[in-house]
């Protein structure tokens, strides 16, 4: 019996393969949080009534953006780990635990776990910096005077 295996003939040319691979698995999953998000009911409502103002779909866009970001520069284990507090707090409120919940809040204002990451985006020119944050700003709280 013969196995077929292609073997790239350089140590360049397999790093652009992987790289390739990489990046299409990489465009892959963000479909995958596109398609989730598009399916939350939640946002459905929120970019249909307009309640993100007139950029509603873009903020949307945006949205998913950050969630792959967030997902491909953290450990799998912080996403776990906040979707479990939240529903320790949702749960907490739906039983009327207010004195219990308000506890909770405080202990995880103050804890010091280790933050998040979330690469940025290249770096502009001073002027282009400055004109885009007051955009990005404008446009995050809904502004339409842009």
Known sequence: MHHLVHQPKSKSRRRRFKMAASKASRELFTEGVRAVLQTWPVLQIA??????????????DWM???????FHDN??????????????????WQQGA???LGSTIDMLTQSKTPRAKVTAPPKQSDDEEIDSETQAGDWL?????I
């Open 47 to 60: 970019v249909d009534n307009g309640f993100g103002g007139v950029y509603g779909q873009q903020k949307a």
């Open 64 to 70: 998913v953006d950050v969630v792959q970001q967030y």
């Open 75 to 92: 450990e799998p284990h912080f996403l776990s780990d906040v979707s479990q507090r939240l529903l320790q707090l949702f749960s907490l």
């Open 98 to 100: 207010l004195q219990q």
């Open 141 to 145: 709280l809904g502004n339409t005077a």
